[in-house]
T-cell receptor
Framework: AQRVTQPEKLLSVFKGAPVELKCNYS??????LFWYVQYSRQRLQLLLRHISRESIKGFTADLNKGETSFHLKKPFAQEEDSAMYYCALSNAGGTSYGKLTFGQGTILTVHP | DSGVTQTPKHLITATGQRVTLRCSPRSGDLSVYWYQQSLDQGLQFLIQ???????AKGNILERFSAQQFPDLHSELNLSSLELGDSALYFC??????????????????FGNGTRLTVT
């Protein structure tokens, strides 16, 4: 069975500090990993997908298949980064691409 | 704005009742997904429809059902409601090309959700 684990429910940092949101997964097939973000009173929106290997809003995430991790990082956190972050996994080889398994989410608070 | 619209925004009903949640996907998207977000279970996949046909099922209870209509909007029907069904129900859509052509699908675009409160 596939599973996504976000060990930290809450994460607090100060503005300008580095931030890392942890995500570990278990999946026997070929996974595709995503980070979704939900700002206060807004809808869930895609932040990153591992196949794109791009940086969005200063965030990056590298898929480490050896450690089965997909941690989200940003070198200098901003107050507007405060939100709920979800790590999610999809079966890249399957026909239900959008059938995502989500982690429990991490609430990031960036203090001024 | 992602274009996925969900109605109603809020719904308060009593145990034992039945409700219908509605979702209109983004223009051009053929796949619709339903997710349930609750405090104890987190975000869980319920069901997917592609171009009117059921494509995948997740942790959806037998009391729940869904359908996608010819105009591609979808409805999620929840019956014999229990207190534990109180949650935020999200709809998401994607292009859905992967199913037809084996190509990479677009990421999911989520609606704002319907908050269901069962009293």
């Amino acid at each position: 069975a596939q599973r996504v684990t976000q060990p930290e429910k809450l994460l607090s940092v100060f503005k300008g500090a580095p931030v890392e949101l942890k995500c570990n997964y278990s999946y026997s097939g070929s996974p595709e990993l995503f980070w979704y973000v939900q700002y206060s009173r807004q809808r869930l929106q895609l932040l990153l997908r591992h196949i794109s290997r791009e940086s969005i809003k200063g965030f990056t995430a590298d898929l480490n298949k050896g450690e089965t991790s997909f941690h989200l990082k940003k070198p200098f956190a901003q107050e507007e980064d405060s939100a709920m972050y979800y790590c999610a996994l999809s079966n890249a080889g399957g026909t239900s691409y959008g059938k995502l398994t989500f982690g429990q989410g991490t609430i990031l608070t960036v203090h001024p | 704005d992602s274009g996925v619209t969900q109605t109603p925004k809020h719904l308060i009903t009593a145990t034992g009742q039945r409700v219908t949640l509605r979702c209109s996907p983004r223009s051009g998207d053929l796949s619709v997904y339903w997710y349930q977000q609750s405090l104890d279970q987190g975000l869980q996949f319920l069901i997917q429809y592609y171009n009117g046909e059921e494509r995948a099922k997740g942790n959806i209870l037998e009391r729940f059902s869904a359908q996608q209509f010819p105009d591609l909007h979808s409805e999620l029907n929840l019956s014999s409601l229990e207190l534990g069904d109180s949650a935020l129900y999200f709809c998401a859509s994607s292009v859905g090309l992967r199913v037809r052509q084996g190509l990479e699908d677009s990421p999911l675009h989520f609606g704002n959700g319907t908050r269901l409160t069962v009293t």
